[in-house]
């Protein structure tokens, strides 16, 4: 969500690009802000992949959890159906 701020208000953190009659220093403060904006889009961008990535993993290990316990109550309903037709 910051990223996208930052993104979108890109003009007015920025400002306005110096004059070309403009001092070195007004230059040199303009390419600052320019590359902290966009070091900092590029960070959060890059803090979403990676906790998409988390949120991805944790997903697949539930989703392997719930396949191996759905597995043993199915082995074990079998089982017992067995059993019931051994008995009868």
Known sequence: MVGIGIAFG???????KPPE???MDAKA????????LVSATML?????V???ILIVRQAREEYNEARTQNLKELIEGTQQDIRKKQDA
């Open 21 to 23: 009659a403009a001092s």
């Open 44 to 48: 959060c961008f890059a803090m979403a």
């Open 10 to 16: 890109w003009p007015w953190i920025i400002g306005r």
């Open 50 to 52: 990676i906790g998409s």
């Open 29 to 36: 403060d303009f390419l600052i802000r320019g590359i902290v």
